[in-house]
């Protein structure tokens, strides 16, 4: 049996736009809850019924959104508790009671928000859509033992089931077990997480070991299982399988910040407000083979305290892929204004995207259009090595400035492997830009005002190209206000202030920001953005973290101008398809009838074709039947007229 792909962290998801409008179910099975604790029992159980899609309907993608807000009249929740999803009940063409967790997440320490403050969190459950149909009952537990007189959380819990065609159809899922797992040894792990044992169906072509795992509890003399982090090994049929840390590194980057708590400490799997993110691990798989798998958990030795593991195993079962090519754009990073982005948005230049192959055949090449909706279309291609189920985060060259404040920013994998990918409707995401980075004079002065631990803190400011042209590598001496000049040409810049640095000796802790409650021996400090004559241009909360990322523009900056009309016809020599690449032109302006004709050496037509190109932004040419050799090409669109020479291999 061979190892395919570990997938880590798959709740990268869609913001974008995939199917047409009409194509997309949302669900509503809890609006506007209020949910507070029950110091009695620990946990408190909220249920709701959603109408979900008839049974048979298929489902490309499914997400949940899961929004949190101050409960009216009341504070917002104060710590950091354990909050499971589970799919209970469905009625319908299946009648079954599962209890299944499909989600975990932490609440934040929220106890001095205002009732303004409300965030949206996102989780990818496709592997478990097969299971939303007819009605369906989901059960939200909410856990802690914090006072509920004056405090508690107003929730709302939507699924969007985007209709289509998966990548693999999902055969079946089973549940190894859910529980509470105390740790400390082998032994005790053991005893709790047995060894399975099972049989994979007759169309199993992959399956995929599904894991949520989250670390509480603070035993001596480690702190685990809270804050240790700690290997665990996947152990099929008797072989290592795959061995992992059980560990989240990156709290400091939490979209929700500052916390009222020890918000930025990294955990074993979890951060303070929060999804927990699944782990799986994806191997390729014999249909009707007998296998078993084992869980173990890295020991250590403890002298006094407790601690525990909770977690959730499934075992999802797949078919053979659906496409032979196909490539879905996941989602856009940046430029993206929703708020588990807000790191990173603003952005100037480089947008970011996630990918994935979801095709059988392995992925060379992808032809992305991309830009503003309503303005002009950039080309890029990428060449690289994507297999099959894999997932990539791509940046593509800058492009995006824009007279407009805000809009709708594009991607589109237009070709891959040098011909029309076969399931379109996963090809284009879009989504929501908000404001562009604020205007800033060519001059200004970086003010940084040190703590007491200098030797953490950095800073870069780079270009639309990621060019580095301003930066401060340290700061050498505690305590001093430093004043650096800047002096940049028009264009949009971002400045990276890092917090990563050697920590103080008195205090090991770094990615704490330059002000926090909780580490007292750094000192207080802040960072601002001020003008030549001293005046504060930008603000930064001093409790943010790993890092602050602010994007900015110096000087007006227009939209470039549109070159003269233009048609890229790609590759020459060609040996199946052509790609008509018109990304020159805006997208209102691809209204019309293309025209093609090609002729041999000897001058006789051999090919005509016309292209509706409000049909498709790159549309492609079918030359297979075409005999090895040399032939002339014309194609006509409005008044631009390309005539070149093409090679047939």
């Not at 509470?180 to 005893?191: A, E, I, P, R």
């Not at 699944?278 to 249909?287: G, H, M």
């Not at 503003?372 to 690289?384: A, C, E, F, V």
């Amino acid at each position: 049996m061979r190892k395919t792909l570990i997938t880590l962290f798959s709740s990268l998801i869609i913001t974008a736009l995939f199917a047409a409008p009409g194509d997309t179910s949302r669900v509503t099975t809890h609006n506007k809850v209020v949910i507070k604790t029950n110091p009695a029992a620990g946990n408190t159980k909220y249920y709701g019924w959603g109408q979900f899609p008839t049974a048979g309907t298929k489902y490309q993608k499914a997400y949940a959104e899961l929004t949190f807000k101050c409960a009216p009249g009341l504070k917002c929740g104060e710590w950091d508790y354990l909050n499971f999803i589970y799919l209970c009940n469905r009625r319908g063409a299946v009648n079954d009671s599962l209890g299944w967790e499909i989600m975990r997440f932490i609440t934040p320490y929220g106890f001095y928000y205002d009732q303004n403050w409300n965030h949206t969190w996102v989780f990818d459950i496709t592997d478990f859509a097969h299971l939303l149909h007819d009605s369906v009952q989901i059960m939200y537990q909410h856990t802690g033992y914090e006072a509920n007189h004056d405090r508690g959380w107003e929730i709302s819990l939507k699924f969007n089931l985007v209709e289509g065609t998966p990548w693999r159809d999902v055969k079946n899922i089973t549940r190894f077990y859910t529980r509470s797992v105390g740790y400390g040894n082998d032994s005790l792990f053991d005893k709790n997480v047995p060894e399975d044992t099972f049989t994979l169906g007759t169309e199993t072509d992959l399956m995929r070991f599904k894991i949520l795992q989250t670390g509480h509890g603070m035993d001596k003399p480690e702190n685990c299982a809270e804050f240790c982090p700690k290997r665990r090994r996947i152990i099929l049929d008797g072989a290592l399988a795959d061995e992992s840390w059980v560990w989240r590194d990156d709290c400091g980057e939490n979209p929700v910040f500052p916390q009222a708590g020890t918000w930025l400490y990294d955990r074993a799997g979890w951060c303070p407000g929060a999804e927990v993110r699944e782990y799986n691990l994806d191997v390729a798989a014999t249909p009707e083979s007998s296998h078993t798998m084992d869980l173990d958990m890295e020991s250590y030795a403890t002298t006094s305290g407790g601690a525990n593991y909770m977690l959730s195993t499934y075992l999802v079962e797949y078919g053979k892929p659906n496409f032979t090519l196909d490539v879905a754009i996941e989602d856009i990073i940046s430029p993206n204004a929703e708020l588990r982005y807000k790191r990173v948005n603003p952005a100037c230049g480089t947008p970011k995207i996630i990918i994935r192959n979801r095709g059988a055949s392995s992925v060379q090449s992808i032809d992305f259009l991309y830009g503003m909706r309503g303005l002009q279309q950039k080309h890029y291609r990428w060449n690289g090595n994507l297999s099959s189920g894999q997932w990539d985060t791509l940046d593509l060259p800058a492009d995006f400035m824009r007279n407009n404040s805000t809009g709708h920013f594009q991607v589109t994998a237009a070709w891959v492997n040098n011909r029309p990918d076969t399931y379109p409707p996963n090809n284009t995401a879009t989504v929501f830009t908000g404001n562009m980075p604020p205007l800033l004079s060519n001059k200004f002065v970086v003010y940084c005002s040190m703590n007491n631990a200098p030797s953490e803190n950095s800073y870069e400011i780079r270009d639309m190209l990621g060019n580095v042209v301003k930066s401060r590598k340290k700061y050498p001496t505690a305590g001093i206000t430093y004043r650096d000049t800047v002096d940049l040409p028009e264009g949009c810049y971002t400045l990276d202030f890092q917090d990563t640095g050697a920590a103080n000796p008195s205090y090991p802790l770094n990615k704490d920001g330059l002000s926090w409650w909780a580490n007292t021996a750094d000192g207080n400090g802040f960072l601002q953005i001020r003008s030549l004559n001293n005046q504060v241009l930008q603000r930064f909360g001093a409790d943010f973290g790993t890092s602050i990322r602010f994007a900015f523009t110096v000087g007006k900056i227009n939209e470039p101008e549109t070159p003269t009309a233009k048609i890229n016809i790609r590759p020459n020599p060609a040996s199946d398809y052509l790609m008509l690449d018109f990304n020159t032109y805006k997208p209102e302006e691809l209204n019309d009838i293309c025209t093609i004709i090609i002729h041999d050496i000897h001058g006789r037509k051999v090919m005509e074709k016309s292209i509706d190109m409000r049909l498709t932004s790159m549309p492609g040419l079918n030359v297979t039947e075409l005999s090895s050799g040399v032939y002339h090409l014309k194609l006509s669109y409005k008044d631009s007229v390309i005539s070149q020479k093409l090679i047939k291999q």
